[in-house]
Structures are given as structure tokens and as C-alpha cells.
């Protein structure tokens, strides 16, 4: 199973961004889909997840301004980011377990990581 994030970008403080993360390969079915960050020097941290039967759970440093979203259908995860804050500045990952492959067998899968940069 691969994970493909994309969206990340240069914005401007107060400005927004969408990330969208799409899991492929043998899949048979995909529980949590999450989002987590990694800002230079700093441990890597939950962002955001979100479980099948769409319940959200998020950091308290991003409440209020980003919410997380899925697609079951086409196993795609999303993180619409608002009102950025330049310490909001990291690469973020994207992040998936479930069952897939052949056979079937648990999966936790990474996505490469999509640089969001909020300065002005």
C-alpha cells in the first residue's frame, strides 16, 4: 500500500491550504487516516485523523482552523488548513493503517511528506 500527499505550498500568514493524501495498491480496506507534521529539529507530531465511521480527532494547536476529511470511496484523506500561522510551517505526512495486500495482512503506511511554508 502507497500513500501520496500532495497541496502543500508557500502561503501567506491567514491564508489557507488544502493537502490531499490517496492511498493505492491491494487494499481491502483502510481504518484510520491521519495527518501528522514535522517542523525542522522537532519530533513529529498528530495533526489530525480521522477513523472510518468519520470520527475527527484533532491537536488543540490546530482546532478551530483545520479540519480533516475523507473519501472512503477513493481512499483519499484531506486537510483543509485556514487561517495559517507561520509556526503552522512543516512538512506534513500523511498516514494510514488498515488490511491490504496479498494476502491480506495489517498495513501502516507513510506517505513521502509535502512541505507547507506559511510566511510572508
Known amino acids: 500500500v502507497q500513500l501520496q500527499a500532495s497541496g502543500g505550498g508557500l502561503v501567506q500568514p491567514g491564508g489557507s491550504l488544502r493537502l490531499s493524501c490517496v492511498a493505492s495498491?491491494?487494499?481491502?480496506?483502510?481504518?484510520?487516516m491521519g495527518w501528522y507534521r514535522q517542523a525542522p529539529g522537532k519530533q513529529r507530531d498528530l495533526v489530525a485523523s480521522?477513523?472510518?465511521?468519520?470520527?475527527?480527532t484533532y491537536a488543540d494547536f490546530v482546532k478551530g482552523r483545520f479540519t480533516i476529511s475523507r473519501d472512503r470511496v477513493k481512499d483519499t484523506v484531506y486537510l483543509q488548513m485556514n487561517s495559517l500561522r507561520p509556526e503552522d510551517t512543516a512538512v506534513y505526512f500523511c498516514?494510514?493503517?488498515?488490511?491490504?495486500?496479498?494476502?491480506?495482512?495489517?498495513?501502516?503506511?507513510w506517505g513521502q511528506g509535502t512541505l507547507v511554508t506559511v510566511s510572508s
Open positions: 480521522i477513523t472510518r465511521g468519520n470520527n475527527a
Open positions: 495498491g491491494s487494499i481491502y480496506r483502510v481504518n484510520v
Open positions: 498516514n494510514a493503517d488498515g488490511h491490504g495486500g496479498r494476502p491480506v495482512r495489517p498495513f501502516d503506511a
